[in-house]
């Protein structure tokens, strides 16, 4: 395998972190998006993005491997690093702002809020509420040391045959797996409906939280978190045969969260410091007092 290149632009093609959420929008652009005026949307057609989005996927999808996983699972999940209140981990995560966005100023607390109020606002059970004021915090993650093509994109499954449905599928052609036949199979070390919780997961934030959170939330939180990624297979179905039917039902609640995820994002500030003590609230009643992380 090709050594990795550990110069920062190598690692950290984009921009900000966020330039891959904002290509999501233009391939799965919101349903309703006919109904507001253009002015309401920010503009993501923008050629450079789109090339170091590119890039993005290119030194992803040639080294996230089945070892590499691996590899980040036993130096991560030790939980090492930090131990945080979630509120220290907000504040943490905020020191992400790229003060060089031209498009908006909002730090992380005010994206989370933007997205769980939303959630809020449409009446759901206040554990949605939370994992959609909470589902990026994992990004912490960049603050660990880590590129950013090991922190956000589309997730998909290592250790079996890549999806032509996963975005820049060509890619993948660079990645050592695509040639190992022990992986490239289409069920791969995997078996037939063996079940997601048995998949091992490209490495990013929604499996570094999920891990993290995976004592205190109920069930559906669990599969927001760990797959609000996955377009693969909540918007292409590409992996239905790894998926029990409890997958299958629990896939509904990522399909819930996913609207909330791409188009709460706004220049509109909500009120934080208004807000927070009714999150301080409800984190306190499902989270203990320290995270690891």
Request: overall charge negative; some cysteine.
């Amino acid at each position: 395998m090709e050594k990795i290149n550990n110069s920062d632009k190598f690692n950290n093609p984009m921009h900000q972190i966020d330039d891959w959420e904002e290509n999501l929008i233009e391939r799965y652009p919101d349903p309703a998006a006919d109904t507001k005026e253009k002015e309401e949307f920010r503009n993501y057609v923008d050629s450079e993005r789109v090339e170091t989005v590119r890039e993005f996927y290119r030194i992803n999808h040639t080294y996230q491997t089945y070892d590499f996983v691996c590899e980040k699972e036993k130096e991560f999940l030790k939980f090492d690093r930090k131990e945080m209140s979630l509120w220290e981990a907000v504040d943490f995560l905020n020191t992400l702002v790229d003060d060089s966005d031209p498009d908006i100023d909002l730090d992380q607390f005010q994206h989370l809020l933007q997205t769980s109020e939303a959630i809020r606002a449409d009446g759901h059970p206040d554990w949605f509420v939370l994992t959609g004021f909470l589902h990026d915090i994992g990004k912490v993650l960049c603050l660990f040391g880590e590129p950013q093509w090991a922190v956000v994109g589309d997730t998909f499954p290592v250790g079996c045959k890549f999806s032509d449905k996963i975005v820049y599928p060509e890619f993948f052609a660079a990645n050592p797996d695509s040639t190992n036949e022990k992986y490239n199979t289409k069920y791969g070390v995997y078996t037939p409906n063996c079940g997601l919780d048995n998949v091992k997961m490209s490495w990013g934030h929604d499996e570094y939280l999920y891990q993290i959170m995976k004592d205190y939330l109920p069930e559906p939180a669990l599969y927001m978190i760990r797959y609000h990624s996955f377009y693969s297979q909540h918007r292409e179905n590409a992996y239905t045969h790894l998926m029990t039917e409890k997958d299958i039902e629990m896939f509904e609640w990522v399909k819930k969260f996913n609207p909330y995820d791409l188009y709460t994002k706004a220049p509109i500030k909500p009120d934080s410091k208004a807000l927070r003590p009714y999150y301080e609230e409800l984190v306190a009643k499902y989270l203990p007092a320290k995270l690891k992380f």
